[in-house]
């Protein structure tokens, strides 16, 4: 099936008008052809019209179109997963400068194989971190979306810490697995330092629950090439194993960046408009995943390995 055959359910999802779908379908196709955000080479592989028809198409579509926040999120859930299968989630941020702008991103991705694809972008507008109503707002949408029974767990690195962030994920029950900085305060059966003057075995450990702060969580640690991992989790089994696959929304971004869409190329300044472009983005790494399905499930049926893959 062609690449737009893949993306007729599309059109039940994404609540554009028909010319704006075209659109939204078009770009999708010709982003997972092109392998990059440069508007002119998307645009040249657009299947029907003229090249600078096509190019002032996709200029009126960023200036006056927005994609809602939920629907693409529930297309790219629908379609990678099944209805009991739960899906692991992880916060990170991704920045980088074009001339003299410069994009700061909060996203959280879903899991999926050994790379992540954006749900949710935030920009930041500025540098620096995130605070913690701005991830909690973000959060709240994708719990909008993705009911908590379905989340596996939520993963973190060292940025996303403090006692408003770890209690607000815990007020709305959701399991979580974040990485902290070892010289982080801790209190535990009559010991009250920091979690790297703690006797640390060198098999992964598990601490049982500490205070910090406020709160209590479950603490774990690992010695990893001689560096001390740490990291705090609620409601989970296994957390330090989980925590490995974090790394797969960093795989995510390289996708969007230097590895796939090279989305630091990109000459759109517009906070919004940037974030269109995630989300489509997110939408053509969507369709791949699905015609590779689609070519694999065809391998299958026929029991030989395609001399070339054609899609």
């Not at 980088?96 to 702008?101: A, L």
């Not at 974040?178 to 979690?195: D, H, P, Q, S, Y």
């Amino acid at each position: 099936m062609e690449l737009l055959g893949l993306l007729s359910g599309l059109d039940t999802y994404i609540s554009l008008s028909r010319g704006g779908l075209d659109t939204c379908k078009q770009l999708c196709v010709g982003l997972y052809e092109a392998g990059t955000v440069n508007l002119q080479s998307v645009c040249s592989r657009f299947k029907t019209g003229e090249f600078a028809s096509n190019t002032r198409k996709v200029e009126r579509f960023f200036k006056n179109k927005r994609l809602n926040d939920f629907e693409p999120v529930r297309y790219i859930i629908d379609h990678l997963f099944a209805d009991d299968e739960a899906v692991t989630l992880a916060i990170d941020r991704t920045e980088w400068s074009f001339g003299q702008t410069w994009h700061n991103l909060l996203c959280i991705s879903v899991l999926y194989g050994k790379t992540a694809v954006p749900l949710m972008v935030f920009p930041l507008e500025r540098k620096g971190s995130s605070d913690c109503k701005q991830r909690l707002e973000l959060l709240d949408k994708v719990l909008s979306v993705i009911p908590i029974y379905k989340i596996e767990a939520l993963l973190g690195d060292r940025e996303f810490i403090g006692d408003v962030w770890l209690q607000g994920l815990k007020e709305r029950h959701i399991p979580f697995v974040m990485r902290v900085r070892n010289n982080l305060t801790i209190a535990k059966e009559g010991f009250v330092g920091t979690i790297d003057a703690l006797p640390i075995p060198q098999q992964p450990t598990f601490h049982g629950n500490v205070h910090i702060g406020t709160g209590q969580l479950q603490l774990s640690t690992l010695l990893s090439c001689g560096e001390l991992v740490a990291v705090v989790s609620y409601n989970i089994k296994n957390p330090l194993d989980l925590y490995k696959q974090r790394w797969g929304i960093e795989t995510g971004f390289k996708c969007l960046k230097s590895n796939g869409f090279h989305l630091e190329e990109t000459h759109i300044r517009h906070p919004d408009r940037l974030k269109m472009l995630v989300q489509i983005c997110a939408l053509a790494m969507t369709l791949s995943f699905i015609a590779v399905r689609q070519n694999t499930q065809k391998t299958y049926k026929k029991k030989r390995i395609p001399t070339s893959f054609s899609l």
